[in-house]
DNA sequence: TATTGTTATACTCTATAACTATA
DNA sequence: TATAGTTATAGAGTATAACAATA
């Protein structure tokens, strides 16, 4: 199985004036004083796991994602908040708790900072009084058909080894390695 | 790119003796209170990211990690400390660092912990006199023989939906992502 | 002067309990 | 009685600064 490997998520906590510039500068690979080089391990028996390899390679995603969605001041999980809800107008706390295996209370605090931000409105729910939907503002829109399009672009930065067939490939078989057998 | 989906990566402290028994019975989803279904949301579009797809089957692969391991007490990264000192002996805490990408500071809790259990031992580094190298004990050795063993059993199962050959091809696709591209 | 390993500590993320208001 | 959302808080994981011993 896999290890630690960068598993910082998060980037420095700035303001968000400051967020807005030199965000590869802010992003460490996590480790070491980038002192000298060490000598290398043998990681040939880890290499051998599926789950050593999946971790690795969600985290240098992940590594490029934090940089290039630094300037919309987005973390992956605020991304895939606003995803959804693009994708899902209307969609509950109890909905994205679900879909996102986040803990009630703490998504509490990530909608209330998308609403502080402009991001996102809470409407009551049609047909439920104790829930409320979630809906895009036009703002939020406007940010996630840019975060959208960054976050293919990056997608095919962070995977340019891989042919547009390899690439396909590897999202069917990681998908087939999640899925619940039926 | 990803979102949270598990990320909880420990199981509930609870007493070695206690460790023992019923270990899938501690593993939860972590989230909701198991409640009823929840209507179902439309997550296609970030089935589209390699990303997402990668971090879901990676946790997927260290849920089952956490459930199988836990009757010897190994989270993951105990795990991999112990794998990397197998196929290293000697290595020193710098070069497990570099190698887990795990901060100094964190891992001498991590070396300490290993080594009150009786499963590592340091000895002086044979050119540095600052360094100590790690080795396993005896007992080590024989606990990591049979922890290598379920998790390669382990690995199995959490794939058995892909044959050998698309085991292979998903390793080497997950590689090509995380290798620097010379 | 630089590096290994360490202590102390702050910050972030994740989890549990308990409350309210609606169903 | 059960569920959606919330508050408060505990706990695990991750980060930085600073120090002693050795190179």
Redesign the interface.
């Known amino acids: 199985?896999?290890?630690?490997?960068?598993?910082k998520t998060a980037l420095p906590t700035k303001s968000p004036a400051a967020k807005l510039k030199s965000a590869s500068a802010r992003v460490r690979?996590?480790?070491?004083p980038e002192a000298g080089p060490?000598?290398p391990?043998?990681?040939?028996?880890?290499?051998?796991?599926?789950?050593?390899?999946?971790?690795?390679?969600?985290?240098?995603?992940?590594e490029t994602?934090m940089v290039r969605?630094a300037p919309y001041d987005l973390k992956?999980?605020d991304?895939?908040?606003l995803?959804?809800v693009?994708?899902?107008p209307g969609?509950t706390s109890?909905?994205?708790?679900?879909?996102?295996?986040?803990?009630?209370p703490n998504l509490v605090g990530l909608i209330a900072a998308l609403e502080r931000r402009g991001l996102i409105e809470r409407l009551p729910h049609p047909s439920d009084g104790r829930a409320m939907g979630v809906h895009l503002t036009p703002q939020g829109m406007e940010l996630m058909v840019q975060a959208?399009k960054t976050?293919f672009d990056?997608?095919m930065d962070?995977?340019?080894?891989?042919t547009d067939a390899?690439?396909k490939?590897?999202?069917r078989?990681?998908?087939?390695?999640?899925?619940p057998?039926d």
């Open positions: 199985m896999a290890l630690n490997l960068l598993k690979k996590v480790d070491l060490v000598e391990v043998d990681t040939s028996y880890l290499r051998t796991l599926v789950g050593y390899n999946a971790r690795r390679a969600s985290l240098a995603i992940i994602f969605m992956v999980v991304f895939s908040v995803s959804l693009a994708h899902n969609i109890r909905q994205l708790c679900a879909a996102l295996n986040v803990l009630p959208e976050a990056l997608e962070a995977t340019s080894r891989l390899e690439r490939t590897l999202i078989l990681l998908q087939k390695v999640y899925t057998v």
